[in-house]
C-alpha cells in the first residue's frame, strides 16, 4: 500500500507546466501535471487501447477536446475518456490536475 501526498508536488513552473510522477506500475500511471493560469496542455490522442481519468485538484480550467470543443472544469471535476480521443486542458487560473492512464504509457 501507499500513500501519496498531493502537497508535496506543489510546485509551479513559472514558464508554463510542471509533470511529476506520482506512481508508475505495470497496470497505470498517475502524473500530476502544474499549469500556469494562461497555459495549454495541448490537444494530443495516444495510438493504443485503453483510458485516462483527469481530475481537477486545484484551480479551474477546460478540458479540450477534438475540433475547439471545451467543457469547464473546477476543483472536483473529473473527465474520463478512452486515450485515443483527442484531450487536453487550459488553465484558466494557476490550477493542479491528476492523470491517471492504463495501460501506462
Known amino acids: ?5 498531493l502537497e508535496e508536488s506543489r510546485e509551479f513552473n513559472p514558464l508554463g507546466m510542471k509533470s511529476i510522477v506520482l506512481h508508475d506500475s505495470e ?10 493560469g494562461g497555459h495549454i ?8 487501447d485503453g483510458q485516462l481519468s483527469i481530475l481537477v485538484s486545484d484551480g479551474e480550467c477546460a478540458f479540450l477536446a477534438d475540433e475547439g470543443a471545451t467543457i469547464p472544469a473546477k476543483i472536483g471535476d473529473m473527465l474520463v475518456a478512452d486515450i485515443r480521443e483527442p484531450h487536453g486542458v487550459r488553465a484558466d487560473t494557476d490550477m493542479r ?6 495501460p501506462p504509457i
Open 1 to 5: 500500500m501507499k500513500k501519496i501526498d
Open 27 to 36: 497496470h497505470f500511471k498517475i502524473l500530476n501535471f502544474n499549469i500556469k
Open 41 to 48: 496542455f495541448p490537444v494530443h490522442s495516444h495510438d493504443r
Open 97 to 102: 490536475i491528476v492523470v491517471t492512464i492504463a
